[in-house]
T-cell receptor
Framework: DADVTQTPRNRITKTGKRIMLECSQT?????MYWYRQDPGLGLRLIYY???????NKGEISDGYSVSRQAQAKFSLSLESAIPNQTALYFC???????????FGPGTRLLVL | GEDVEQSLFLSVREGDSSVINCTYT??????LYWYKQEPGAGLQLLTY?????DMKQDQRLTVLLNKKDKHLSLRIADTQTGDSAIYFC???????????FGTGTRLQVFP
């Protein structure tokens, strides 16, 4: 079984809809991250959490929110989706070694 | 700023060497990393180098670090079609606890 799983893997939604992307991990890591990937822009950090009670904004948090329900679960919400949120979204985890991150397979989101 | 820059594309013939370059901005970064993203998958850590090293070799991979120019490179010897992927360099700037990724270089290997 994969160490970091993301659901759904693909999602098509309409402008204005609320959607949630979920991430679960079995690595026992305290730290979890959400990134988005756009062609030519690399990965940009949306939010990160260093433990269940810790939530931090990344460089592009506007329009997104997160919830750390448990050590193993970190969800990303788009309260009112817009087309420029169309992207590939990745969840990742790490222990205290922030540079060594383990990524999920990604969620491809299309906002119409 | 915290921009980590890479060229977007590289195309090489199978069996040749590939060199992927990266320019980072924070000279206080302690470690620098290379991640690989295969089609349809998430990123995987490929290798890393400590900032007090100039070179690190791991089988077909050679990482070179030029701290003076803030330049990092990844050389893949005897490039195979399975090496076709997007390669990201990354750093943790000294003032943060976040991993900053470059724009990624898409390596295409042709027969």
């Amino acid at each position: 079984d994969a160490d970091v799983t993301q659901t759904p893997r693909n999602r098509i939604t309409k402008t204005g809809k609320r959607i949630m992307l979920e991430c679960s991990q079995t690595k026992g890591h305290d730290r979890m991250y959400w990134y988005r990937q756009d062609p030519g822009l690399g990965l940009r950090l949306i939010y990160y959490s260093f433990d269940v009670k810790d939530i931090n904004k990344g460089e592009i948090s506007d329009g997104y929110s997160v919830s750390r329900q448990a050590q193993a679960k970190f969800s990303l919400s788009l309260e009112s989706a817009i087309p420029n949120q169309t992207a590939l979204y990745f969840c990742a985890t790490s222990d205290y070694r922030v540079g060594t991150q383990y990524f999920g397979p990604g969620t491809r989101l299309l906002v119409l | 700023g915290e921009d980590v820059e890479q060229s977007l594309f590289l195309s090489v013939r199978e069996g040749d060497s590939s060199v992927i370059n990266c320019t980072y901005t924070d000279s206080s970064s302690t470690y620098l990393y290379w991640y690989k993203q295969e089609p349809g998958a998430g990123l995987q850590l490929l290798t890393y180098i400590f900032s007090n090293m100039d070179m690190k070799q791991d089988q077909r991979l050679t990482v070179l670090l030029n701290k003076k120019d803030k330049h990092l490179s990844l050389r893949i010897a005897d490039t195979q079609t399975g090496d076709s992927a997007i390669y990201f360099c990354a750093e943790i700037p000294g003032s943060t606890d976040k991993l900053i990724f470059g724009t990624g270089t898409r390596l295409q290997v042709f027969p």
